[in-house]
């Protein structure tokens, strides 16, 4: 086969996991394109299939898996011809793979992830390129907003969490590099940068010797058409005063914050590794809601840890209570070989476990819905993220609601309606879901 006859190729992909994960597979797509080959949406009338995938818990792995084995089908059954499993998953269990997967042509390491076209050169036996250096990134989420990943890898070593043997240490990406992105993604049409990293807050430490998160949301925003700029992943050790004051007044800074917190309880902290204890983290939260009261606060938290006990739950619940959060999201704990929790004693029943994350999911809901109904009749300006053909509705997110992950804004057209531009709407309702909103 001929490089021409190759670049004639369709190439799709399914993107798991993480906006970090989906970063990465934007970046091969990118590459692919700039070969020569055409993306499609359309997985079953592709020829090559990439599988991009998380394997940071038991159920993402099980996603992977599920994906994979629907590969294996559609290439049996002669829709595909080649099969590349990419991300997190080859990472945990790259030795048993080809074993376990024997219809996928090739399981890509994350380190290898740049040299995707000359995967595939070799999968069909055309002689191999030099790598791409120059391209664009494809864009899988809507045009009005990107995730700008600016560090990978991880050096906390909480107990429980898989990320930095699968990721390795902590790795920040050079300013400069950072600002030539965002400014190419605000050439494009895109409004608002999502900054991501497995931890945000410690973005530099390593190039610099001193933290540059602020430093660089300052070349960021002399980005005249980059609208917003928010921040997910920050670490709670990590959040001073300087960066809830720089978030506060700087007017590109979106006024809001993902802090995962994961617990409250002293024991139960210690032993996830986390670097904030009870006290530490009250004092925090009460500061940010009596001194930053105009930042949206997300968080997660995990339920079920090994040795959680009953009234360590109780004090969790009543710190959800207390602190009323904007949003939060609760996870079981999930049991993951070659973490340190994995071999701790006293493991939480699953059953207590499923008990307890439906009990403090609803409790956190009925917070967030009451907060958010006490915001029906105030205008926000919100970014039109896309159109629904079904209901024949807008549906927007505003500065203190993060895209996908928070409640989102639904608006019917006027007439003055833009897709991928900003508007006022009135807020008239919510429906525990989304709000509805009128154009003002």
């Known amino acids: 086969m001929t490089k021409e006859e190759l670049r004639k190729k369709l190439v799709s992909a399914i993107s798991l996991g993480c906006d970090k994960n989906r970063v990465d597979l934007e970046y091969m797509l990118g590459k692919l394109k700039e070969y020569g080959f055409t993306i499609t949406e359309e997985v079953e009338n592709s020829d090559i299939l990439i599988v991009n995938t998380c394997a940071f818990i038991q159920p993402a792995m ?39 997967f024997p219809q996928i042509d090739c399981f890509l390491r994350l380190r290898e992830n740049e040299n995707i076209c000359q995967t ?50 902590y790795k920040s990406t050079p300013i400069g590099q950072l600002v030539e992105e965002a400014k190419e993604l605000v050439k494009r049409g895109v409004k608002e940068l999502i900054l991501v990293a497995q931890d945000t807050t410690r973005y530099g430490e390593d190039l610099h010797g001193e933290n540059a998160l602020i430093k660089l949301c300052d070349k960021l925003s002399k980005i005249k058409e980059l609208k917003w700029i928010r921040l997910h992943y920050a670490y709670p050790e990590k959040v001073s005063d300087e960066l809830l004051s720089y978030i506060a007044n700087n007017p590109k800074m979106c006024k809001y914050l993902d802090l995962p917190l994961q617990h409250i309880d002293d024991q139960i902290l210690k032993s996830m590794r986390r670097r904030l204890g009870e006290n530490e983290t009250r004092t925090l939260i009460e500061k940010i809601k009596t001194k930053y009261r105009q930042i949206a606060l997300r968080t997660t938290f995990i339920v079920g840890y090994p040795g959680e006990r009953r009234k360590d739950f109780k004090k969790l619940v009543d710190f959800i209570k207390d602190s009323e959060f904007d949003y939060a999201g609760f996870f079981p704990y999930y049991r993951e070989e070659n973490t340190a929790s994995y071999y701790m004693k006293k493991q ?7 008990y307890r994350l439906n009990k403090i999911a609803k409790l956190q809901h009925q917070i967030a819905t009451n907060k958010m ?50 508007i006022e709407v009135k807020l008239i309702d919510f429906d525990g879901n989304n709000f509805k909103g009128e154009v003002v």
């Open 373 to 422: 109904q006490k915001l029906i009749g105030t205008k926000v300006t919100v970014l039109v993220d896309g159109f629904d053909e079904n209901s024949g509705e807008f549906y927007c997110h505003s500065e203190k609601l993060s895209p996908t992950v928070d409640f989102g804004i639904k608006i019917i057209d006027n007439g003055n309606v833009k897709l991928y531009d900003f």
């Open 120 to 169: 595939i050169e070799e999968l069909y036996g055309v002689e191999k390129s030099k790598p791409i250096k120059d391209f664009d990134r494809i864009l899988t989420t809507t045009p009005s907003y990107a995730y700008l990943k600016i560090a990978d890898g991880c050096n906390n070593a909480c107990s429980y969490c898989t990320i930095p043997r699968i990721r390795g240490r």
């Open 348 to 354: 939480v029943n699953r059953y207590i476990k499923r």
């Open 62 to 100: 099980e996603e992977a898996i599920y994906n994979i084995l629907y590969a294996e089908k559609l290439k049996r059954n002669g829709n595909i011809e080649k099969v590349i499993v990419t991300g997190c998953f080859p990472e945990r269990a790259f030795a048993n793979m080809k074993e376990n």
